[in-house]
């Protein structure tokens, strides 16, 4: 999971420009700021996923950007294309609720500095 956001947040800051363009096509204000701060927060939240710090929070977030993600850009029943990612995205929310629940693994930063949790299940 935290490989497809590290790598598409890394490609926004590739494109600033198109990724704004693509945010305000979808009515949303402040294209710019919103590529910045989503490229930003897919890398560094992609980060702490991959190594374990700060998992549940940030599993928590990604699971709430996803869904924010699949109805402001893919939420289109007339576009079956538009639908697939739409349920793509609410699948990868799917996993981070599930990473959510589960928590960090034991190699993790959180268990190394005692910060897990037990699993919530």
């Known amino acids: 999971l935290a490989a497809i956001f590290i790598i598409s947040g890394a490609a926004k800051f590739g494109d600033i420009a198109g990724t704004a363009g693509y945010i305000s096509s979808v ?3 402040a ?6 701060l989503s490229g930003l927060f897919e890398v560094l939240a992609g980060l702490a996923i991959l190594v374990g710090f700060l998992t549940r929070p ?3 977030a990604f ?4 869904v924010v993600a699949a109805f402001f850009f893919h939420y289109n029943p007339a576009d ?9 995205n609410l699948a990868i929310a799917g996993g981070f609720l599930a990473l959510f629940v589960t928590g960090p693994g034991s190699i993790s930063v959180d268990a190394k500095r005692g910060a897990a949790i037990p699993v919530l299940a």
């Open 31 to 36: 294209g710019t700021a919103l590529a910045w």
């Open 63 to 66: 699971a709430a950007f996803c």
């Open 58 to 60: 940030a599993a928590l």
């Open 80 to 88: 079956q294309m538009q639908m697939i990612n739409f349920m793509k």
């Open 27 to 29: 009515g949303l204000p």
